[in-house]
């Protein structure tokens, strides 16, 4: 597992390393695995839950959850960007996935803001997208 533990993101391939176990910790839709690579007294702000929720189980749950609402779903890695004065990233990612008990597909790109401890694990996450839009493209997904 690749970790982030200097001071400032001096090491471009520290960012890459960590953003592909991010997005892979995800796409195996396994909460677990993506908890793992969050502090236990992670902050995590993300639009769906309408606040912030702390710890690990939270996103654990959100990222089951997730699998149960789009069993198939991908993420897409757009980018990644280091902070150049503290240990902190900015993961780029379009989304995709079929709405479970339908056909219909829901796309979207967001934005993750992580920012690290000094173990490497991330302790605060905040999960940026258009939750309206995405709200909007359930609806329709489920009167389609």
């Known amino acids: 597992m690749a970790t982030i533990t200097s001071p400032a993101i ?15 910790a995800w796409n195996s839709r396994d909460g677990d695995a993506v908890a793992a690579l969050c502090a236990e007294d992670l902050v995590f702000d993300e639009p769906a839950l309408g606040g912030t929720a702390h710890g690990r189980r939270p996103i654990a749950d959100f990222v089951n959850n997730m699998a149960r609402a789009f069993p198939d779903y991908t993420f897409t890695l757009e980018g990644h960007y280091a902070e150049l004065t503290r240990p902190a990233a900015l993961v780029a990612w379009s989304f995709t996935g079929t709405l479970a008990g339908t056909q219909n597909v829901v796309r979207f790109h967001g934005d993750d803001r992580l920012e690290f401890r000094s173990d490497g ?23 389609a």
């Open 121 to 143: 694990l991330i302790a605060a996450y905040r999960c940026l997208y258009d939750d309206r839009d995405l709200q909007r493209q359930i609806r329709t997904a489920r009167t």
């Open 10 to 24: 001096n090491d471009a391939t520290q960012v890459a390393d960590f953003t592909r176990d991010w997005v892979d």
